[in-house]
């Protein structure tokens, strides 16, 4: 239970100077990464485009049919896709379900779990609302990496599901548009 506290930060499979990530595979390694097609791990809020310095609601959203797993869990990150830097802000709206985390030799920002916010909200999904504060100039696209993990709260790390589309983003969101001059 000592990860119901949330993962390590750098737990997204998102890209980096040195290779990938790890994602909660890493320590909950009974299944393959996305051992089945029913589990799911969505953004959800994203606009088209972004607009420099504007805050946008978004939403993680983990769910499994099977009835014996009980809780849930997630970690995201968002980076500029051109040089993997962090990209805007992430902003903890629910302090008691969600927390910010960073990585000792990085600079990345990381929004996950608390373990009150491991409980599902409804019968076999959990919700966690947060906002993202977009970078105050352009950085062009920016990718969403996240993990998630649907487990059986056994006390253990066994037994337990882990979903992400790693080494791919979850999501991306195109930047504004680009405005030429009139010679």
Known sequence: MASSLGAQPGSTGAPGPYGFETTCVACHATHPLNPDAVGRVALEGLPERYEPGRRYRLHV????????????????????????DPAGELVVTEPDRTQLMQA??????????????????????????????????????????????????????????VYSPSPRPLATLAGPPVRRERP
């Open 104 to 161: 000792l030799a990085s600079d990345r920002q990381y929004l996950g779990h608390t373990l009150e916010g491991t409980a599902p909200d409804a019968a076999g999904a959990a919700r966690w609302s947060f906002e993202w504060l977009a970078p105050p100039s352009s950085v062009g696209e920016v990718a969403f990496f996240a993990a998630a993990n649907a487990v059986d709260e056994d006390g253990s790390k066994e037994g337990d599901r």
């Open 61 to 84: 959203t983990v769910s499994h049919a099977d009835p014996a797993l009980h809780r849930f869990g997630f970690q995201l990150t968002a980076l500029a896709s051109a040089s993997l």
